[in-house]
């Protein structure tokens, strides 16, 4: 080996430069606070008019808001109807369904549960619930469920809730669902997150809605938030669920029951409540002066854990999703959390927050999602950074959550069959029934007329079925996964549904 004396004095700077020029680079400075306080209050004093004009280009009947700055409830008001037609008003403690804004509040009562940040990387048990490989089923964690890495396909198991099965049917049936890598792909599914919550409350001896009841609701003074729906349709102060009328008006058409995914969708809460959580949240888990929830367990859920959103361009900023959140870095390098919520029977909800600046807004609507929540959101926190909007915020949410709709239609158009269309068989070709071992049973029936029914699910969904083209037909689907028409096609002791089909598992055998 040379020495630096064996170098001489011009090869030692030499060898010493080089050292220098190859270490490893000091780490950037900690990003710092950049709001003032008079930046926030202007932001504040702005949002009723940007609620007002956003509900005025929207129709949304309903919207409530909860701000949080410094730890304090510096915005608190409601706007609009609870049910259009009716004179009632929302207020802050009007009852809102969140959708899937209940992730992160679920990921809050699991923190407080598990206390041991290390506790997010025990194993999640559940009897009942199984993965398709035996490998992964021994090895899943709380963390990789509630961060979307288990490998199972994207919203696993909503169809099945659509066609009215239970949390158990669906958690034990997720063991026929193909799997991509473990750990190392990433998509959204409400029932994976629920089985680890729920393998969590099973550990503590104690049913879901009690542990959350017992670890957040009560000691956080949240009186008007459950994860029952039971409590939100019996609350006297509700904001019914509307969708858009074709003529742009809004109607309560829908009521959505999601108790078979309670952790993963079903909390509802009021904007009182929602601002006391964003204390917490803001505050390391605690509130009023007392620990609510054990802020190494809570900080975990703000860390990446898998990449959800690969940058698209080489100047765009990679997402991630953590432990019920969403989680970014902005050109600052400071953490920004959030989350939406979104029923397509009639609830539109978001959350974000810059911890760094402890700031924070929930906003929650009676609507279905056409990009309010999020508009009203993003539209805060640009007016706080830039005195100004730099963006029409309510166009961009409302094309992605469009874009979102249309991606699972059918490229088919049934409404119109093709020209020259093949007559069908006779009813009796197709009438009977047909089994699946994931989606159950379903039965072909046919009238005095000839005309076809299909029915599927547990207390069976009658869908009438309309010829398209030879052993084609199609039927509009319903439910929170709605796609508008989809197509059903017999084969040989076979019918296959189209919109069932995505993971292949979507044919049914004849009996």
Known sequence: ??????????????????????????????????????????????????????????????????????????????FGVRRTGESATVGPDTVFQLASLSKPVSSTVVAGALADPDGWDRHASLPGFSLKDPWVTGHVTTADLFSHR???????????????????????????????????????????????????????????QKLADDTLFK??????????????ANAPDRAAT??????????????????????????????????????????DGTLDGKRIIPADALARTHVPAIVSNPPSTPTAR????GLG???????????????SGAFELGANTNVTMLPLERLGIVVLT????????????????????????????????????????????????????????KPARDSAAYTGTYDNPYYGRATVTADDDGALTLALGPKPLRFPLTHYDGDTFSFVTTGENAVGRTGVTFGDGTLRVEYLDANHLGTFTRQ
Request: aromatic share 8%.
């Open 366 to 421: 009676n609507g279905a999602p056409v990009g309010l929540a999020d508009a009203v959101a993003l539209d805060f926190f640009d007016f706080a950074e830039h005195g100004k909007a730099t963006a029409d915020w309510l166009a961009l949410a409302g094309s992605l959550y469009a874009q979102m709709d249309a991606a699972g239609r059918s490229a088919t158009d049934y409404a119109h069959p093709p020209a020259g269309a």
């Open 219 to 232: 000691p956080a003074g949240m009186g008007d938030t459950s994860t029952e729906f039971s409590a939100f």
């Open 242 to 283: 509307h969708v858009e009328d074709p003529d742009g008006t809004w109607s309560p058409r829908y009521v959505r029951d999601p108790d078979a995914q309670a952790p993963a969708g079903g909390v509802s809460s009021t904007a009182r409540d929602m601002s006391r959580w964003l204390r917490l949240q803001l505050a």
């Open 1 to 78: 080996m040379r020495t630096l004396r064996a170098l001489g004095a011009a090869g030692a700077a030499a060898l010493l430069t080089a050292t220098a020029a190859t270490a490893a680079p000091s780490p950037p400075p900690a990003p710092r606070p950049q709001l003032t306080d008079a930046a926030v209050d202007a932001a504040v004093a702005r949002l009723d008019g940007t609620v007002t004009d956003l509900m005025r280009r929207t129709g949304v009947p309903g919207v409530a808001v909860a701000v949080v700055h410094d730890d304090k409830v510096v915005h608190l008001k409601g």
């Open 325 to 339: 959140w969403n989680v970014s870095y902005d050109d600052a390098g400071r953490l920004r959390l959030s989350h």
């Open 150 to 208: 288990s490998g199972l396909p994207d919203h696993a198991g909503d169809l099945l809730e659509d066609l009215g099965y239970d949390q158990s049917y669906i958690l034990d049936h997720l063991r026929l669902e193909p799997l991509t890598p473990f750990r190392a792909s990433y998509a959204y599914t409400n029932f994976g997150f629920t089985a680890a919550a729920e393998a969590v409350a099973r550990a503590k001896g104690t049913s879901w």
């Open 318 to 321: 990679t997402g991630f999703y």
